[in-house]
């Protein structure tokens, strides 16, 4: 029985299941160690010996978004060259030091450059992370697969909101802040249990180390690949230049209402006439509700859907973003808040899945990463966004009216894919 167990036991660790759910905690510390700047923005501003206004505090997130934008331009390829594995360890490494340093900032210039640093190595681990998991992933249910992985960026999320609420107005800013170097913790574990892709080896010639883990995670042998040269420029061969640029837009959008929500609407909130608790129970919400709508989106989108789905999730998010602009108080608040958390976090997720359905294997990392790299500058002006209009004195609900435009540019965009076949290559 002894024998049968530890069989059983070695069989459940050899999953592919077992990656997708490491890849899954690296990403809850990618979604902590980012959305929980906008946990500690309205603390920011309150720190005295700083002098912070809304446009200082909306600039160090924009730079943290730049430096996600190039981490993300350079990983991607690189991961496309070196391995995924490699790519993934170092990014751990260099984010967790850097939020560590920017729990400890003496000044705003240091806490700016650690943001910037920590954004390099958060660019860099997400689309490295979207690769190897489309390519453990079972092939009917990519999608399901990845939405579960990215549970975990949205748990962070929730984490962060709630150690906010519980350590900030007590101790700060800076344990939060300092929390997110803990993954530094878990490094010897990741590199023990991470494996390289078999599908990338196929195309490196290590056809034999392909086929040893494909086995060893009950994987279909990927099939042997002539060895091609990586760049930008194959994202525009043999018919990719429309679907590129298309996904460029797609995640320039679906960034920036991301970022631009989760970044400011605590404080957006708050200036509505929220308490502090009560602003950032909703960044609780927008999580909670773009973790429950990506699950229902991401089943229909494994039937071959995911198109639909994204534009009508951007849609959804367009609406519930301008109705917030409506309503006052009560409880439909939080139930706008929950459906913008689908139609902004989680269109964010299963846009991923389109974009990487669009480049094969070989090019995949190249083509998630630069598609990500520009959706950064989304990124980076929708927290920018935030800043000039609460500096400029404008109502706050400005910012649910520039968002609600961006969300529905974004539903056209994502409609216009249904132009192209579901796979380019």
């Known amino acids: 029985m002894a024998i049968q167990d530890l069989a059983i036991i070695k069989e459940r660790v050899r999953s ?39 446009g200082l505090v909306g600039r160090a997130a924009s730079i943290t978004l730049f430096g996600m934008l190039l981490g993300a331009l350079v990983a991607g390829t690189l ?52 690769a190897l998991i489309i390519e453990f992933s079972p092939p009917k249910r990519k999608a399901m697969a990845y939405s579960i992985a990215l549970l975990g960026y949205l748990a962070g999320g929730i984490v962060s909101g709630i150690l906010g609420m519980l350590l900030i107005q007590k101790y700060g800013w800076r344990p939060l802040m300092i929390i997110g170097g803990a993954p530094i913790l878990l490094l010897p574990f990741f590199i023990r249990l991470i494996p390289e892709s078999p599908e990338w080896l196929a195309t490196k010639n290590r056809q034999s180390e392909a086929n040893q883990i494909a086995d060893q995670y009950g994987l279909a042998n990927p099939i042997a690949k002539p060895i091609v040269q990586v760049g930008i420029r194959s994202l525009f061969s043999e018919g990719r230049l429309l679907p590129t640029l298309n996904a460029w837009g797609i995640h320039f959008c679906s960034l920036l209402l991301t970022f631009g929500m989760v970044n400011w609407l605590p404080t957006i909130m708050n200036k509505m006439g929220y308490d502090l608790g009560s602003a950032l129970l909703f960044s609780v919400t927008l999580n909670l509700g773009a973790a429950i709508g990506l699950l ?9 859907n995911v198109k639909i789905v994204v534009a009508g999730m951007f849609l959804l998010g367009a609406c519930s973003i301008w109705l917030l602009t409506q309503v006052d108080q009560g409880l439909q608040v939080y139930g706008l808040v929950a459906l913008a958390g689908t139609g902004t976090i989680g269109t964010q997720i299963l846009a991923n899945i389109l974009v990487g359905n669009l480049y094969p294997v070989e090019i995949r990392g190249t083509g998630l990463g630069f598609s990500l790299g520009i959706g950064r500058i989304g990124g980076m002006i929708g927290p920018a966004i935030g800043g000039a209009v609460l500096g400029a004195g404008l109502a706050p609900q400005w910012n649910f009216y520039i968002f609600a435009t961006v969300g529905a540019v974004g539903c056209v965009l994502a409609a216009a894919t249904l132009l192209y076949s579901s796979k380019v290559h």
């Open 16 to 54: 592919p299941n077992i990656i997708i759910a490491l890849c899954g905690l690296l990403i809850l510390f990618d979604g902590y160690d980012l959305i929980v700047y906008g946990a500690v923005a309205p603390a920011l501003l309150g720190e005295a010996n700083w002098g912070l206004t809304p």
């Open 79 to 130: 991961a496309d060259r070196i391995g995924r594995r490699k790519v993934i360890i170092g990014s751990l490494l260099s984010f967790s030091v850097m939020m560590i340093g920017s729990g400890l900032a003496p000044n705003f210039l240091v806490f700016e450059g650690t943001r910037f640093l920590a954004g390099l190595g958060l660019g860099a681990l997400f689309p490295t992370v979207t």
């Open 296 to 304: 229902i989106g991401a089943r229909i989108a494994d039937r071959g």
